[in-house]
């Protein structure tokens, strides 16, 4: 049996502002196994970048905090860490060895002062025990492995002299330096052209398969889930509405709000005139007490929706849904368990 990487429980990341408290990550669980690549999807502003921040323990303090949930981390011999209760330095040891992480703009992670070569070289030697020579020479190979041409040439350049997507390929490159066992990459290439796109994606895919990285990639693209993932996990305003395996979430959503984002995708086969978005707006964390968040969007809302707040509940193995059309309680009758909602 395949155990998980990373195993979040209950995880809630409140941001204290003057405006008041924020629930941006509302009790989300999910979990990663070894080799996979799980997505997190859903509109902006649902709370996936505060769920990678609170895993890599970089939510900014204040206003950040974790306030509730499990982190536990599992290394590749098998002991397990809440990274809830490690220290800051222990965190600092994990994070750019046993875990990394790529973000969408690669200077926020590049320092522009320092030539490339050197801000691989400097991790590797941070994490490992290699000498400079040996470090000059992974960066050099690991920069080889990521597709950069003139390899040697680069190592010795500014981030500043390359372009977008050769920057994100040395993101990866050092990302990956080091081996780590779970690789997370929130929106990695959302501010590159299509074809870089795709390069890079296919890529890092290469990179799960052939050294079993497990991958949480955070996108709002269905698309590159549909291309990428294993599983997927479904995030609104907050919270977890829908989780399961990649073939089931794009085939047989369930949830509304996944109905919805998946009738927004652009299809080849379909002569739709427009491109169906879902109306209205994601609602502020917090701002919805009582009731489903995606109520007011919602084109199967009834009375229950706003009064009570769904549970995620499982539908089947590896899949579930939060929303009261699959609640049992509700008997079949009017809201039938299998077929409401969908057909979208
Ligand atoms: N520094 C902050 N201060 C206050 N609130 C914040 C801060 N960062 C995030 N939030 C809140 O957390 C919520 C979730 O933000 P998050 O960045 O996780 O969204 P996202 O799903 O990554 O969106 P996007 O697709 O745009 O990247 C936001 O709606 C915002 O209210
Ligand atoms: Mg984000």
Do not use: W
């Amino acid at each position: 049996m395949t155990e998980p990487v990373l195993n979040v429980e209950g995880l809630r990341t409140h941001f204290f502002t003057d405006a008041g408290e924020i629930p941006a990550v509302d009790d989300v669980s999910f979990y990663i196994n070894e080799g996979e690549v799980l997505g997190i999807v859903g509109e902006s502003g649902c709370g996936k970048s505060v769920t990678s921040l609170s895993v890599m323990g970089l939510v900014p303090n204040p206003p950040g905090k974790i306030i509730g949930g499990t982190i536990d981390f599992r290394h590749s011999g098998g002991k397990v860490e809440d990274l809830r209760r490690v220290s800051g330095r222990r965190m600092r040891q994990i994070r750019g060895n046993q875990m990394a992480m790529i973000f969408q703009e690669p200077m926020t992670s590049l320092d522009p002062l320092y030539k490339i070569g050197y801000q691989i070289t400097e991790g590797l030697r941070r994490h490992t025990k290699m000498n400079k020579k040996e470090a000059h020479r992974k960066a050099v190979d690991m920069l080889k492995i990521v597709g950069i041409p003139r390899a040697e040439q680069v190592a010795t350049e500014y981030p500043h002299q390359l372009s977008g997507g050769m920057r994100q390929r040395v993101m990866i490159a050092m990302a990956m330096a080091c081996d780590p066992e779970l690789l997370i990459a929130d929106e990695p290439t959302t501010a590159l052209d299509v074809t870089i796109q795709a390069q890079i994606l296919e890529l890092m895919k290469k990179l799960n398969k052939e050294k079993g990285t497990a991958l949480m990639l955070i996108t709002h693209d269905l698309g590159v889930v549909a291309e990428m993932c294993d599983r997927v996990v479904v995030m609104y305003a907050g919270k977890v509405v829908e989780e399961g395996d990649v073939r089931t979430i794009l085939k047989h959503p369930k949830h509304p709000y996944t109905q919805g984002l998946i009738r927004s995708l652009p299809k080849m086969s379909e002569r739709e005139e427009r491109l169906y978005s879902i109306p209205g707006t994601v609602p502020k964390p917090g701002s919805i007490k009582d009731g489903c968040r995606f109520a007011a969007r919602c084109p199967h809302t009834f009375d229950r929706c706003v009064e009570e707040t769904p549970e995620l509940l499982p539908l089947a193995e590896g899949h579930a849904c939060r929303c009261f059309l699959y609640d049992s309680l509700e008997g079949g009758g009017a809201h039938d368990r299998s077929t409401t909602a969908e057909g979208h």
